[in-house]
Nanobody, 122 residues
Framework: QVQLVESGGGLVQAGGSLRLSCAAS????????MGWFRQAPGKEREFVAA????????DYADSAKVRFIISRDNAKNTVYLQMNSLKPEDTATYSC???????????????WGQGTQVTVSS
């Protein structure tokens, strides 16, 4: 089992930045692909970014390319999502996930955190 706890969300003005963290406990996440997903009220959960277990591969949703950066520190069992140039449409609950599979479909991801709220004001 892997337990994931997100932090770093909050209220920010459009154009601002936030850095989300996802701390893992239980099994080490070294062997897991790590991802970030988000869900806005009334909308489906959507893929944001992912980083492979071996650091080699990253993937970003079109909405996150250029503005967001996913990274991981296996020594700290932590994954980060640096979000820059935030827009009101980025407002959502952001959740961290771990999986042995790779893909943008949230159904493929095994472990989930509770999420952290990000609100971007215009």
């Amino acid at each position: 089992q892997v337990q994931l706890v997100e932090s770093g969300g909050g209220l920010v003005q459009a154009g601002g930045s936030l850095r989300l963290s996802c701390a893992a406990s239980g099994r080490t996440v070294v062997r897991y692909n790590m991802g970030w997903f988000r869900q806005a009220p009334g909308k489906e959960r959507e893929f944001v970014a992912a980083i492979s277990a071996g650091y080699i591969i990253t993937d970003y949703a079109d909405s996150a390319k250029v503005r967001f950066i996913i990274s991981r520190d296996n020594a700290k069992n932590t994954v980060y999502l640096q979000m820059n140039s935030l827009k009101p449409e980025d407002t959502a609950t952001y959740s961290c996930s771990a999986s042995t599979k790779w893909g943008r479909n949230w159904n493929q991801w095994n472990y989930w955190g509770q999420g952290t709220q990000v609100t971007v004001s215009s």
